[in-house]
């Protein structure tokens, strides 16, 4: 499912925990790079990976963001969503930002 590129008016804050974890995790991709298919390659790290580097998802706020993250990119599980053929680093950052606004606005 594609999903219109969202453009925040200015580069995303983190106001909550979940949000704090969204937003390091597409800083990692930005600094090392993306994947697709592969949890890891070298420092390159799919949205999930990166996103729970251990995939245990044990703190309430990474499986908040994780959760924010699926809302953002449309109800997809994180691995189906990152490896649909033809995904661009400009959607994968896209929906990082939507899922930050999303984690935001929780209480």
Same mark, same amino acid.
Not at 11 to 37: D, H, M, S
């Given at each position: 499912?594609?999903?219109? %590129?969202? %453009? @925040?008016?200015?580069?995303?804050? &983190?106001? %909550? @925990?979940?949000?704090?974890?969204?937003?390091? &995790?597409?800083?990692?991709?930005?600094?090392?790079?993306? *994947?697709? /298919?592969?949890?890891?390659?070298? @420092?390159?790290? *799919?949205?999930?990976? &990166?996103? =729970?580097?251990? *995939?245990?998802?044990?703190?309430? #706020?990474?499986?908040?963001?994780?959760?924010?993250?699926?809302?953002? /990119?449309?109800?997809?599980?994180?691995?189906?969503?990152? =490896?649909? @053929?033809?995904?661009?680093? #400009?959607?994968?950052?896209? %929906?990082?930002?939507?899922?930050?606004?999303? &984690? /935001?606005?929780?209480?």
């Amino acid at each position: 499912m594609r999903h219109e %590129t969202f %453009t @925040p008016t200015q580069f995303p804050v &983190a106001r %909550t @925990p979940a949000a704090k974890i969204l937003l390091e &995790a597409i800083t990692y991709l930005e600094i090392f790079g993306w *994947c697709q /298919n592969l949890a890891y390659y070298g @420092p390159k790290r *799919c949205a999930g990976a &990166a996103l =729970d580097p251990d *995939c245990k998802a044990t703190q309430p #706020e990474r499986t908040q963001a994780i959760w924010a993250l699926m809302e953002a /990119n449309g109800g997809e599980i994180i691995p189906t969503w990152n =490896d649909e @053929p033809g995904r661009t680093f #400009e959607e994968i950052r896209s %929906t990082f930002y939507r899922a930050i606004e999303i &984690a /935001n606005n929780e209480n």
